[in-house]
């Protein structure tokens, strides 16, 4: 026996080295994995598709951590099969799969999916960016209808998207079987080399399976406003998963301003605003201009809910939101939540706008902890108010969270 | 059984001066480069704080602490590492070739014992695997050694500790060797493994068909890739997935098994059938 110790010792000792290695790691990974979303208020059902990420600084390191109101997972230990089953696991692509089956198979990573009812509804954009030869612009539409197991596909022409060199498919919407398509399409002016974008609306016969109008409904160039000083065109859809009836253009001018500290010195700073807002009726094609009241100057437009529009506004140590209704031309509602500051003066409490539902999440407790609001902005109300807390016996002491971002998978 | 635990034994002992010139080297380089790293920052810190008498804080502004990271980002760490994978992947070819081309052309006798000439396949790619695997062992119980050893180098104001995960994240490779989870560890060296059988593979087509042999090695390593990477081959072409993540996951799973089998087949053939005495 003695004659095979090299077979004997060398694989022996690197077992152990290999065993002690990873029950270190795994003990590790349970004592820092033991946070978790505690109720204060509310129903519990209201965080149940709720991950709230962070990163936790430790003494001895950092870790980005996901917490539930089950627990947490520290991502860096996650192994390759369970990073893909954590993706599956929350993503809309699963739910869409357990409803709909095989008719999801293969669309997942090209275009999107719209929701009504028992009609599912697949947009292939997977032709962006459009090629330069003029030949493949072109959509796939796929129809599955639920209650009838029917399913359709087909191609249509986008007519008039030759000088084109980008679409993006915005929105869409279904009514009287006339599917509507809304696109900003990009392309560059060939003097000034400036960048514009068309939005343009195609309207498809889903019967005849024709693209029956295509209808410019806004031009916007992508031009710098002066040195410091830009602004971008965004989409807010009234549905994320769904058809939309309407969409809100939002214009908003990014400023970077430079800030003048006695500790830090001279440091640059951006600042958001809206400044110019349009409300786009899908169904009667109708384009108008919102008039954003005074004293809603240097808020963002975040979300709406029928007439009502929501802005929000990040203020020395608060966050305000506060909800106008446009037709009515009053503000219906205003509210203030609490907001971390660091010692840079960087504002970390963040809001999320999802399902008519406002989600507020700030460190709280010298950033040992991290407070999650939910207001149904309908009503107004709080359905549910919880913080981050440790379980276990033994907790943490030493660890701060860095920041708290917010994950909702329905 | 046993006639492979012999052979394993004896390719083992063939290489065993190597692999612990190897440890040596590795001990030897990581220990100087802790010990020369420590004392000229413990200069430093001499020069500035003690005899200009610059405070402890200016000096950690302007130096920055010392820790680990110092030598992870340094060749101290990163040569003796990347010298070793170097090494062994040449003894991957040597420990076939050397049976041919040593002194005594050994691969005769090596054919003609009575046992089964996988055995032999299967001696030297486990030798390789353990090579590897205790390597890296040796490297985890040095990183915290050489964390002590330069924690009691300088003073406690100027070091800062790391955790062990802190000093593994610093340098990518080695959260390629040492993976936080289990299973990305039997991912990792499972395709390591893979490697090697197909490597070996290779080497038996060429010692079975010399210069038409090379050919056929890198036809076949080529097919195996092909059939590796064929799911991902098709995504990039028709650009769209058929398969969801976990699919794709368990796909790959299979295929993986699939080439390494093929491999042994291969391999098991050709040892068999085409590699003549």
Redesign the interface.
């Known amino acids: 026996m003695g004659?095979?110790w090299?077979?004997i010792i060398?694989?022996l000792?690197?077992s152990i080295?290999?065993i002690t290695?990873?029950i270190?790691?795994q003990s590790?990974s349970k004592a820092i994995a033991q946070f978790f979303i505690a109720k204060q208020s509310g129903d519990d059902k209201e965080v149940e598709h709720i991950s709230l990420d962070t990163e936790i600084n430790y003494t001895?390191?950092r870790e980005m951590v996901g917490i539930t109101n089950k627990g947490s997972i520290v991502y860096?230990?996650?192994?390759?099969?369970?990073h893909?089953?954590h993706?599956?696991k929350n993503s809309q692509?699963n739910r869409l799969?357990k409803k709909y089956g095989s008719f999801i198979?293969?669309?997942?990573?090209?275009g999107r999916f719209f929701e009504k009812d028992d009609l599912l509804v697949h947009i292939d954009d997977?032709l962006n960016p459009f090629t330069h030869n003029g030949e493949k612009h072109n959509v796939t539409v796929s129809i599955y209808d639920l209650k009838t197991k029917e399913k359709d596909s087909f191609e249509v022409k986008l007519p008039h998207v030759d000088k084109y060199s980008w679409l993006f498919l915005v929105t869409a919407s279904l009514n009287d079987n006339k599917l509507k398509i809304i696109t900003s399409n990009e392309y560059e002016e060939p003097k000034s080399h400036i960048t514009l974008t068309d939005y343009v609306v195609y309207t498809i016969d889903i019967d005849t399976k024709k693209v029956i109008d295509a209808e410019k409904i806004f031009e916007y160039t992508n031009e710098d406003i002066s040195e410091n000083q830009y602004s971008t065109l965004d989409f807010h859809t009234d549905k994320k998963d769904g058809f939309s009836d309407f969409i809100m253009i939002e214009e908003r001018s990014y400023k970077d301003i430079t800030v003048e500290s006695e500790e830090e010195g001279e440091y640059n700073q951006q600042t958001q605003s809206t400044v110019a807002l349009k409300k786009y009726d899908i169904k009667a094609n109708k384009l108008s201009d919102i008039t954003i009241p005074k004293e809603l100057e240097g808020y963002t437009f975040e979300h709406f809910n029928g007439d009502v529009l929501y802005f929000v506004k990040q203020a020395e140590q608060s966050i305000h939101v506060v909800g106008y209704d446009h037709s009515k031309k009053k503000i219906t509602s205003k509210q203030t939540f609490d907001s971390f500051v660091d010692e840079y003066g960087d504002y970390r409490a963040n809001t999320i706008f999802y399902n008519n539902k406002l989600y507020v999440t700030n460190l709280i407790d010298e950033s040992k902890s991290i407070e999650l609001i939910i207001v149904d902005i309908v009503t107004g109300e709080t359905i549910y108010k919880g913080k981050v807390e440790q379980k276990g016996k033994a907790p943490v002491k030493d660890y701060v969270f860095q920041n708290a971002f917010l994950n909702i998978n329905q | 059984m046993k006639n492979y635990?012999k052979l394993?034994?004896f390719e083992?002992?063939r290489f065993?001066k190597g692999y612990l010139a190897l440890v040596g080297f590795t001990v030897i380089v990581q220990v100087l480069g802790a010990v020369i790293t420590s004392r000229s920052y413990t200069n430093k810190i001499n020069e500035h704080v003690y005899h200009e008498g610059m405070a402890i804080d200016e000096f950690l502004s302007q130096f920055g602490d010392m820790s680990m990271y110092a030598i992870i980002h340094s060749l101290w760490i990163q040569g003796p590492i990347l010298f070793c994978i170097s090494v062994l992947l040449i003894y991957t070819l040597l420990i076939w070739y050397r049976d041919w081309f040593g002194k005594n052309t050994f691969i005769y006798r090596l054919l003609m014992l009575p046992t089964e000439r996988m055995n032999i396949f299967f001696a030297k790619l486990t030798t390789i695997m353990?090579m590897v695997?205790?390597l890296v062992?040796l490297q985890?119980?040095l990183l915290p050694v050489l964390n002590k050893l330069m924690g009691s180098l300088v003073p406690e104001a100027y070091f800062m500790?790391?955790?062990?995960?802190?000093m593994i994240?610093g340098f990518n490779v080695l959260t390629i060797l040492?993976?936080?989870?289990?299973?990305?560890?039997m991912?990792h060296y499972g395709l390591g493994l893979l490697a090697v059988s197909l490597i070996f593979t290779a080497i038996l087509f060429e010692r079975s068909f010399r210069l038409k042999g090379i050919v056929y090695g890198i036809l076949y390593i080529a097919l195996s890739l092909l059939i590796l990477f064929s799911p991902v081959i098709m995504?990039a072409i028709t650009?769209?997935?058929?398969l969801?993540?976990?699919e794709l996951?368990y796909f790959e799973l299979i295929l993986c098994v699939l080439v390494f089998v093929m491999s042994i087949l291969t391999s098991r053939f050709l040892l068999n059938k085409k590699i003549t005495v």
């Open positions: 004659k095979y090299k077979v060398i694989p000792i690197t080295v290999f290695y990873y270190h790691l590790n001895d390191g860096s230990h996650l192994s390759i099969y369970e893909l089953k993706i599956s692509i799969r198979r293969g669309k997942q990573s090209v997977s | 635990v394993f034994n083992m002992g065993l353990v695997l205790s062992a985890i119980m500790n790391l955790s062990f995960k802190e994240s040492f993976p936080f989870s289990f299973s990305n560890f991912i995504i650009e769209t997935s058929y969801y993540p976990l996951f």
